[in-house]
């Protein structure tokens, strides 16, 4: 069954489906309405900077066809192919977009939808209508993006300005008919594809010489040829045998005619004229002793201001460490004796003692509870202290020990009906039996709540395990204005323990007044707290001044001793 999705909803793709060549079809349509169906690659900073991602009618293909347009099929108004792994690392987002070609606005279409096939099937669906916009004419229906991984979003924004407005949202440029230019005249001076004429120095002009002639006293030729200009009696020499054309008003002086100008510069010196340093300079090495001759020890150092050096009673310095011996080499020390008096394996001889020591600090910790955190992405639960079944998220098993049964915990059709329509879906295992079980999930912070009575909302996203004890249901929480009439959380309430897990290091901050938290960054709060909704959509970054750029915003009252958890980051 297809996961439904509403504006502002968003997923892993990997959640989704496990493939990676997907389909995605849109179906939109209108009483006397014309639309084009495009989809745009978006760079990092969610700009068009290259122009051959931008996928339409007139470029149906990416240069390494990772996307693709297919045209209309399976009663689809238009379709794509999107090659996830395929798509090069700059392209960061694809945005699937409709505009109107024509006149009308997006609040006549009929009911609509953008889904996602993959190997046959739809794995998930967002649906859309006129009641949705208003006076738009052109719409971004949906995003992948990558986050780490590649994401979905419903997005269903549109602008009123149509593909014109769509374009310069992302970074493009709208091409303007220009007036043509008249012809060109044909060029009185040199060639384009000739060398600038010599500019003369800055210095008092000359008296022209016997052999130059100013263009303008040479009457034109009859014959289409360039204008006859007399030789200076010796031949001019240039540098490599060619002469440019000059221009004509512009007469170039001779380079060794008299001395007009300063004189040329005068030729550096070459660069392998120097000698050349091979290698910075070194102090020079003592000569090496005669053979059979005794190398006395390196005198002590001096002691401080100039005092000959204190003898040590004690051990010598660099205790610990190996002592020179005479002759500059390091003597062999016996090695230090280990636990109950035996000598310890030298470094680089094997041994297993000296392996285990490596990781003495990454031992497991021993604890009596039902629920030990080993470390901050690593979680314990030992099934054997009350014989309680635990629920955690399949996959998130990474070692057990004892007898440890796992199986599918399903939700029911009602169950499944729910998780799809709000998002709120929990893909459990069961474990059971007398063991200890260790959970973990993509190097996720965890931290195990303990309910005593109380509830506790939390997003499915950011929930690992739990005891079986507690009762949970999807819990709604309405606003006016916001994106797709409704925002949806798990609400966990009874005696035992939730693991919420984070990307990063959380906040918590107590409920006042003035509390508002970004609907994709926060993790959990209170029950007792009421959540008021304060919708801003975006239409763009920085839309107008005083707009935080967040499309959902929920803000925070209740009674002291009320909190809400927010980590650094956004799903």
């Known amino acids: 069954m297809a996961r439904e999705f509403q504006r502002g909803h968003k997923a892993r793709i990997s959640d989704l489906t496990a493939g990676t060549d997907l389909y995605v079809g849109v179906q939109i349509s209108g009483p006397g309405l014309s639309f084009d169906i495009s989809c745009f690659g978006l760079d990092a900073d969610e700009r068009l900077s290259d122009d051959r991602y931008f996928i339409f009618f007139n470029q149906p ?41 024509g006149a009308g606005q997006m609040s006549q279409i009929g009911p609509g939808y953008l889904r996602i096939v993959a190997g046959g099937e739809e794995v998930a669906r967002y649906s859309f209508d006129g009641s949705e916009f208003s006076t738009e004419r052109a719409v971004m229906l949906g995003d992948f993006y990558v986050k780490d991984v590649w994401r979905f979003a419903a997005v269903g924004q549109g602008f009123d300005g149509g593909l014109e407005a769509l374009l310069r949202n992302f970074g493009g440029e709208v091409l303007e008919e220009e007036p043509e230019a008249p012809a060109p005249q044909a060029p009185e001076t040199a060639p384009a594809f000739a060398p600038p004429a010599f500019a003369p120095p800055q210095a008092p002009t000359p008296a022209p010489q016997p052999a130059q002639i100013q263009p303008q006293q040479v009457p034109p030729a009859p014959a289409p040829a360039a204008p006859h200009i007399p030789q200076a009696p010796a031949p001019q020499q240039t540098p490599q045998g060619y002469v440019p054309p000059q221009a004509p008003h512009t007469p170039a002086p001779h380079p060794h005619a008299g001395h007009q100008g300063p004189p040329p510069p005068p030729h550096p010196t070459p660069v392998h004229a120097a000698p050349t340093m091979a290698a910075p300079l070194a102090p020079l090495a003592p000569p090496a002793p005669q053979p059979g001759a005794q190398v006395p020890p390196p005198p002590p150092p001096p002691g401080p201001y100039g005092q000959p050096p204190a003898q040590h009673h004690g051990p010598p310095p ?31 001889q094997g041994g297993t003692p000296g392996v285990a020591a490596a990781f003495q600090k990454y031992r497991e910790v021993p604890t009596g509870t039902r629920w030990t955190q080993q470390n901050s992405q690593l ?34 059709f009602a169950g499944r009906i729910t998780g799809n329509a709000t998002g709120q879906e929990l893909s459990l295992m069961r474990c059971t039996g007398s063991g200890q079980v260790f959970l973990a999930e993509n190097e996720a912070n965890l931290h195990p709540v303990e309910l005593q009575g109380d509830a506790l909302c939390v997003s499915a996203e950011n929930v690992l395990a739990f005891d079986e004890t507690l009762a949970y249901e999807v819990r709604r929480i309405d606003g006016h204005g916001i994106p797709g009439g409704a925002l949806f959380t798990m609400q966990f309430q009874g005696t035992g323990t939730v693991v919420v897990k984070t990307r990063g290091t959380p906040v918590v901050l107590p409920v006042t ?22 919708s801003q959509v975006r239409m763009r970054r920085n839309a107008y001044p005083g707009h935080s ?18 980590q650094p980051y956004e799903i």
């Open 549 to 566: 750029g967040e499309g959902v915003n929920l803000q925070f009252r209740g009674a002291p001793g009320n909190f809400v958890v927010v």
């Open 318 to 348: 660099g205790y610990g460490y190996p002592q020179p011996a005479p002759g500059g080499f390091p003597a062999q020390q016996p090695p230090a004796p280990g636990p109950y008096g035996q000598p310890q394996p030298v470094a680089g």
């Open 379 to 412: 979680v314990r639960v030992d099934l054997g202290a009350d014989a309680q079944p635990v629920l955690a998220r399949q996959g998130s098993m990474v070692l057990y020990q004892g007898k440890v049964d796992f199986g599918y915990k399903g939700a029911g």
């Open 61 to 101: 293909t990416s240069p390494e066809e990772s996307l693709q347009l297919l045209g209309a099929q399976a009663g689809d108004t238009e379709s794509f192919r999107v090659t996830l792994e395929r798509i090069p690392p700059q392209i960061q987002k694809l945005s699937f977009t409709a505009t109107l070609d």
């Open 513 to 534: 007044p003035t509390t508002f938290a970004d609907s994709n960054a926060i993790v959990a709060w209170s029950a007792a707290a009421q959540v008021i909704v304060s």
